[in-house]
């Protein structure tokens, strides 16, 4: 290489004075400086770290001084800023609010290098954090603050400026490797060996020291590059480099004996860990580079035109690295890998097929459908809540298709829409290879061990493993019990303080003075501000405001709050409380219900974000005051711990299905007094997940009448979500009950008529009451497609019948589904058929306009949905619909609270009743869920146990800890 050459690549780089008292001058001592006179050109670094990972900055000299110590008249280093720059801009451009950030790690105050990396990253835009440790910490604090720096997202780069002793591969392999931007992890420099420098980094003093070579007019290819000394990543990194660009690189070491040699017949010279070493001038050939890497504890490298451009290079990868951070924000295509299922037949019980299906690890399904690991919360090895924090970073993707599983009007076995909906999304994302998720409802231990068994589906149409399903999943419902049993204790507690307290003495505990301090807590100005007293002081309260604040002055006879359990208990429908000597006898007659049936359930089902779960909470009405005012869960206080309570159940559970495709199980409110679907979240989490042409399949509870006329005009009205398609699940057994064939009861055997074949049954079911539910489904503007559930005991004929009959009834298809029995291959058809009604535009519409008065909204849905003359309103029902007028909750939707049984309000009334008034016996409304729900009949909120529960059956093998009996 001839020195022209080289200046004119360096353009106007010029040397550096040294710093008074710095260890190391831009000149090695044991080599005088070498100018133009002789030829030759050398390339010298000062640097305060070891090979072993961090990079020493360069400092180059050609013997004169520098007119200016920035070092940016370097060419190189200026066509590296620039290139920064454009990416920067081209980077916010597209993402104006991310800004990249780099964190320098260092055991030392010293901030040479921090200046040094700060007036590059000034250059470009970029941000630079510097945490300070003690010279001699430990490896602990080191690996303590990687791993903040690693889940934080707003750092973008880690650079670890330590002692050589400090970098231990424990602490060089704890930082992650996408923030590696000095490219010093094992990850990062196999990736480079293997030649993979496409994803991982390369050290910033490797690519300068690159750089360097790099600029000459002459060819590259074949020239040597002498590496001496050093050992570690920037030596394999140089090595690599070098070799990829076409030059040979050879190694040595200062104890060679061919040393000289060596460096005679180089073409360039890089000088690794020298430190006080050399080679004499007289050892390089005329035109050859000398490049000294020094490394040394202390970074003190003079500010050069090279140390810069290190910095340069570090800036370049922290942008390519929040560049690639961006795109991993990104919605990813689905890489998933189904299960495959052998279907044996007959087909074994529920729980043998689960058990004999091995689900794949929950961060594998969740990197499948392009979930971020730190998106995921794990609860054990197949299970995992799913943080609101992806609804942020997928805003921008389109909602896939919206659909809902509805049925007709079961018997009381149950027609099997868990199992279609199961059965539906197995086909399509395991057989059609379209991106589907189920959303489902959150069983209660209630049926579980009482009559009904479990949710998860069933043959080869689950959820997997059916024993965690079934059995407290991830403590949702558990968390819901604890609240609002914290709720009912504060009604009781506050009830109590109030009847044995004056107004000074409550207020003196409700605001009490803390070393010498007394001030209202926010939950408590809140309060304040409703009651119109804006006053922040509590010494400025008058004596009128200090009672109406303590006071909520509770009717015992209004308190509409219950205690809930989740386990079927008769006796705690109603109970006395408050019988023991020390609650001065404020005894009053209250209940438990079941905790499925708490509003708080209905309001985990209906919240789109913790904030919006946290402002119903404290809107939930608990009672009336003796004056009639409502009370709410923050006029008790208590809405803030309930929030906390709840703070883990508002995410909702990835599970997976047999063949291995996503699952949400989140909420499930009771189906009678509440809505009966799963939750907003799940459902808007699910059609961010699988992509504009994907599915989500959501159950709605019971009937078309009751669980999908409920999810449109209440669940639909808290989402925004619209509705594609709608499945209505069929079975020849329940079209049969509805065509006149004699009762069904849970337990006994089927007659004769639903197992032999009967067409006449069969046509009758299907044009009453299947052409009604079909029908109430065209009234929001919804496709149908019919879905009949196959059993062993149905005919082709009787298969046949439903299928044709129902298009001539109006469903744009209808399949027959042998999915309990084949798994997803079984509902193949299915699948193809809702693709097709999800391809033709939706034309949905609300039932009602939510501003019409509440006695016309009950009277739209019970002439409409149920086919109802007329509504007789009750007394206690006027009343009751006054008062919520008066309170401002007549807008509010309804939520009827009727059988399920029949289509009116007469169980046994099958088919399609008519001539009926239905009778409004009472109004509630739950306030906090956002709905008001009149009572059709009498309705149960606490199941009772049968004779025979299905506790009999269940046990557990103590040695290998297996379920059995449980479905």
């Not at 180089?266 to 020094?294: F, K, T």
């Not at 990813?332 to 279907?343: A, H, I, N």
Request: charged share 20%.
């Amino acid at each position: 290489m001839k020195l022209s050459i080289a200046r004119s690549a360096y353009g106007s780089l010029r040397n550096t004075p040294t710093r008074p008292g710095s260890r190391v001058s831009s000149l090695s001592r044991r080599c005088p400086p070498v100018g133009p006179a002789n030829g030759r050109l050398i390339l010298r670094a000062a640097s305060g770290t070891s090979s072993g990972g961090t990079n020493p900055k360069l400092a180059v000299t050609f013997g004169k001084p520098s007119q200016r110590d920035d070092g940016f008249e370097y060419s190189s280093l200026r066509a590296v800023v620039q290139s920064n720059k454009e990416a920067m801009l081209a980077l916010q451009r597209r993402n104006p609010t991310v800004q990249p950030l780099l964190a320098i790690i260092q055991a030392s105050d010293d901030d040479s290098l921090l200046e040094i990396n700060k007036k590059m990253a000034g250059r470009i835009g970029l941000n630079i954090t510097q945490i300070c440790l003690a010279q001699e910490c430990s490896e602990d604090e080191i690996v303590e603050e990687i791993l903040k720096l690693n889940e934080d997202p707003r750092v973008h780069g880690v650079y670890l400026h330590l002692p050589r002793a400090s970098l231990t591969s424990r602490v060089l392999n704890t930082l992650k490797p996408e923030k590696d931007v000095d490219g010093i992890s094992d990850l990062n420099i196999g990736r480079l060996v293997r030649g993979d420098r496409s994803k991982g980094f390369v050290p910033p003093k490797a690519s300068a020291v690159l750089d360097v070579l790099e600029k000459h007019d002459a060819p590259l290819e074949g020239k040597t590059v002498l590496l001496v000394g050093g050992e570690g990543s920037l030596e394999v990194s140089l090595q690599c480099l070098v070799e990829r660009s076409g030059m040979v690189a050879l190694k040595s070491h200062w104890s060679s004996k061919n040393l000289q040699r060596q460096v005679m017949q180089a073409d360039a010279v890089v000088l690794l860990e020298a430190g006080d070493m050399d080679v004499p001038p007289s050892w390089v050939r005329p035109g050859a580079a000398v490049i000294r890497c020094e490394t040394d504890e202390h970074e003190t490298s003079s500010k050069s035109g090279l140390g810069y451009l290190t910095a340069a290079y570090r800036t370049q990868n922290v942008v390519r690295s929040c560049s690639s951070w961006i795109k991993e924000q990104q919605y990813r295509p689905w890489r998933l890998r189904s299960l495959k299922l052998q279907p044996l037949t007959p087909v074994p019980s529920d729980i043998a097929i689960s058990r004999a299906q091995t689900p794949k690890p929950v961060d594998q399904l969740a990197e499948e459908i392009g979930l971020l690991p730190e998106e995921l919360e794990a609860y054990g090895r197949s299970k995992a809540k799913v943080r609101l924090s992806l609804l942020d970073r997928l805003h921008k993707q389109s909602d896939g298709k919206y659909v809902i599983v509805a049925g007709i009007t079961p018997t009381p076995l149950g027609e099997g829409k868990s199992t279609v909906t199961i059965g539906l999304v197995q086909a399509l994302s395991a057989h059609l290879k379209l991106n589907s998720f189920a959303c489902l409802r959150q069983p209660s231990q209630g049926p579980t061990f009482g009559v009904k068994g479990g949710a998860a589906g069933g043959g080869y149409a689950q959820v997997i493993p059916m024993e965690e399903f079934n059995l407290h999943l991830t403590g949702d419902i558990h968390a819901i019990t604890a609240a609002n049993n914290l709720v009912a204790a504060a009604i009781d507690a506050r009830m109590l303080h109030e009847a044995t307290q004056s107004d000074k003495a409550l207020f003196n505990r409700l605001v009490p003075s803390v070393n010498g301090v007394r001030k209202f807590s926010p939950i408590q100005i809140s309060r304040l501000r409703r009651l119109g007293i804006n006053k922040t002081d509590p010494a400025s309260l008058s004596p009128e405001e200090v009672s109406t604040f303590v006071r909520l002055d509770l009717d015992p006879s209004k308190i509409t709050w219950q205690r809930v359990v989740d386990t079927n208990d008769r006796f705690l429908r109603k109970i006395t409380v408050g019988q023991a000597s020390t609650e001065k006898g404020q005894s009053r007659e209250t209940g438990f219900d079941i905790a499925v049936a708490s509003e708080i359930m209905a309001i985990l089902a209906l919240a789109d974000s913790l904030e919006d779960m946290k402002n119903r909470l404290a809107r939930m009405v608990v009672g009336t005051s003796r004056s009639g005012q409502p009370v709410t869960a923050e006029d008790l206080g208590v809405s803030g711990a309930l929030a906390v309570l709840m703070k883990d159940a508002i995410k909702p559970t990835l599970m997976q299905t047999l063949e291995g495709t996503p699952v949400f199980v989140h909420a499930g409110p009771f189906a009678n007094i509440a809505h009966g679907n799963s939750s907003v979240l799940a459902d808007k989490l699910a059609l961010k997940l699988v992509g504009r042409d994907g599915f989500v399949v959501t159950e709605a509870g019971f009937g078309a009448d009751i669980g999908m006329e409920k999810f449109f005009n209440i669940k639909c009205r808290a989402s925004e979500l619209r509705p594609d398609v709608v499945v209505l699940v069929a079975t020849v057994r329940a079209l049969k009950m509805h065509g006149g064939g004699p009762n069904v009861s849970a337990g006994a055997p089927l007659p004769r008529e639903y197992i032999d074949e009967n067409l006449s049954l069969v046509e009758g079911g299907c044009r009453s009451n299947l052409r009604k539910q079909i029908q109430i489904a065209h009234l929001f503007g919804v496709p149908v497609v019919v879905a009949l559930n196959v059993f062993k005991t149905d005919t082709q004929a009787e298969i046949d019948l439903v299928c044709q009959t129902a298009k001539e009834c109006g469903a744009s298809d209808a399949v027959p589904c042998h999915h309990w029995a084949q798994g997803g291959r079984g509902s193949i058809e299915l699948a193809q058929a809702v693709n097709e009604a999800a391809s033709k535009p939706s034309n949905f519409q609300f039932l009602y306009n939510i501003e019409m008065p509440i006695v016309e909204k009950i009277r739209t849905i019970a002439q409409k949905v149920y086919g109802a003359d007329d509504i007789e309103l009750s007394p206690e029902a006027e009343a009751k619909i006054d008062y919520y007028n008066q309170q401002g909750y007549g807008s509010l939707p309804i939520c009827m609270a009727k059988t399920h049984l029949s289509l009116s309000h007469m169980p046994n009334k099958k088919g399609v009743p008519t001539g009926f008034v239905l009778p409004i016996r009472d109004v509630r409304a739950s306030i906090g869920a956002g709905f008001i729900y009149p009572l059709v009949g009498t309705m149960s909120t606490m199941p009772g146990l049968p004779t025979r529960p299905c506790f009999y059956d269940i046990d557990l093998d103590p040695v290998t800890e297996e379920i059995t009996g449980l479905f």
